[in-house]
C-alpha cells in the first residue's frame, strides 16, 4: 500500500514569494495535518484537517493557510515567505482526529528561501 | 503548557549493545498519548512505538520497549541488539488536543543516535 506522498520534493523560493506543498494521504484516511521542522528541531504543528473542514490551528500567522479536498488530498500554502520559512514541512495522515488516530508521516517537502 | 524534553541531544552505541534514550513531558491532562519516531538521513518520520497513558503495562515492538512512568511524566525508549539501521534522530511527541476535537503532536528536540560496527 501507498504511503504518504508528498510534492515536490525540494523548492526553492525568494523573499515575498507565494508557495503552494502537496500532500496525498495513505488511502482511506480522511485527517491531514501539517507540521514544520526547522533544521536541528522537533516538527511544529501548523494544522489539522478532517472531512475537509479545518480542524486545529498551531501558532502560525496567517500567511499561512491550508485546505483539504474531497479526495482528501491536501495544500499547505505560504504567502510573503520570509527566510525563517526555509524548513522541511512534514504531512502526516491519519484514520480521523481522535485520540486514537496515530499520524504517520511522508517523506517532507524542503523549503529554501533565499 | 504542555512541553516535551529530551536532554540528550546526542547519544552513541555499538552494534548488539543496548541504548536507552529519555524523554520527560509535561502536561495537566489524563487522557493522552506519547510515542517515539525516528528520522534517518532520508527525512522520513517512522513511528517506532505508541503509549497509551491509561495503560499500566509498558508497550514492546520487536526490539523497541519503552519505560512509562506516568506519576513522574517520563516516558524513555529502550533500543535492544542496536543495529546499524537504527542510526537516526530519535523525536518523543506528546499527542493532544482531543477535547478541541482535534489531535496534535508535540514533539521534542530530538536525540540523534549513531550506532557503531
Known amino acids: 500500500d501507498a504511503g504518504v506522498t508528498q510534492s515536490p520534493t525540494h523548492l526553492i523560493k525568494t523573499r515575498g514569494q507565494q508557495v503552494t506543498l502537496r500532500c496525498s494521504p495513505i488511502?482511506?484516511?480522511?485527517?491531514v495535518s501539517w507540521y514544520q521542522q526547522v533544521l536541528g528541531q522537533g516538527p511544529q504543528f501548523i494544522f489539522q484537517?478532517?472531512?475537509?473542514?479545518?480542524?486545529g490551528r498551531g501558532n502560525f500567522p496567517d500567511r499561512f493557510s491550508a485546505r483539504q479536498f474531497p479526495n482528501y488530498s491536501s495544500e499547505l500554502n505560504v504567502n510573503a515567505l520570509l527566510l525563517g520559512d526555509s524548513a522541511l514541512y512534514l504531512c502526516?495522515?491519519?484514520?480521523?482526529?481522535?485520540?486514537?488516530?496515530?499520524?504517520?508521516f511522508g517523506p517532507g517537502t524542503r523549503l529554501t528561501v533565499l | 503548557a504542555q512541553t516535551v524534553t529530551q536532554s540528550q541531544p546526542e547519544m552513541s552505541v555499538q552494534e548488539a549493545e543496548t541504548v536507552t534514550l529519555s524523554c520527560t513531558y509535561d502536561?495537566?491532562?489524563?487522557?493522552?498519548?506519547l510515542f517515539w519516531y525516528k528520522q534517518p538521513p532520508s527525512r522520513q518520520m517512522i513511528l517506532v512505538i505508541r503509549?497509551?497513558?491509561?495503560?499500566?503495562q509498558n508497550a514492546t515492538e520487536n526490539r523497541f520497549s519503552v519505560n512509562f512512568q506516568k506519576a513522574a511524566k517520563s516516558f524513555s525508549l529502550k533500543i535492544s541488539d542496536s543495529q546499524l539501521g537504527d542510526t537516526a534522530m530519535y523525536f518523543c511527541?506528546?499527542?493532544?488536543?482531543?477535547?478541541?476535537?482535534?489531535?496534535?503532536?508535540?514533539f521534542g528536540a530530538g536525540t540523534r543516535l549513531a550506532v557503531h560496527p
Open positions: 502526516a495522515s491519519s484514520l480521523g482526529s481522535g485520540s486514537t488516530d496515530t499520524q504517520y
Open positions: 488511502s482511506g484516511h480522511k485527517s
Open positions: 484537517y478532517y472531512e475537509k473542514e479545518e480542524r
Open positions: 502536561t495537566s491532562e489524563n487522557n493522552y498519548y
Open positions: 503509549q497509551e497513558a491509561y495503560k499500566q
Open positions: 511527541a506528546f499527542m493532544t488536543g482531543f477535547s478541541g476535537g482535534y489531535n496534535k503532536l508535540i
